[in-house]
């Protein structure tokens, strides 16, 4: 994986901050569920396996849900111990400092830029 986890997790807060007031603005007074929001997830991990070009057959479709389900399950268990550690989901966190105007941003990441080479003159390096 090319994006650092810690950078993933802002990422995830800046969503979580945007869509637990949609679903719940969606769900007419109603407290959002997890299945509400595992539900917009899942239609969002379907379409990155749906656009996958590499995922061809029915088994590679299958195969590639495994897959996720794996990465699921793992982190899970990661969040559970940082829940176990701190005395408090991470998602409980996130949702209290965002409740309090303390705004998530966006992480910004400075990439070195590399000369473009077109290879037309010399070789490329």
Do not use: H
Not at 30 to 45: P, Q, T, W
Not at 80 to 93: D, K, V
């Amino acid at each position: 994986m090319k994006v650092p986890s810690d950078y993933k997790l802002q990422i995830l807060g800046v969503v979580l901050e945007s869509l637990m007031p949609s679903l719940a603005a969606a769900s007419d007074g109603a407290e959002v569920s997890a299945d509400d929001v595992l539900g917009v997830f899942a239609l969002g991990i379907a379409a990155v396996l749906d656009n996958d070009t590499n995922l061809r057959t029915p088994r590679d479709l299958r195969l590639g849900a495994e897959t996720a389900a794996k990465l699921i399950e793992r982190r899970a268990k990661e969040f559970r111990a940082m829940q176990e550690q701190a005395g408090m989901s991470w998602l409980s966190y996130t949702m209290m400092k965002a409740e309090a105007g303390d705004v998530l941003a966006m992480p910004q990441r400075r990439r070195r830029l590399r000369p473009l080479c077109l290879g037309l003159v010399g070789s490329c390096r």
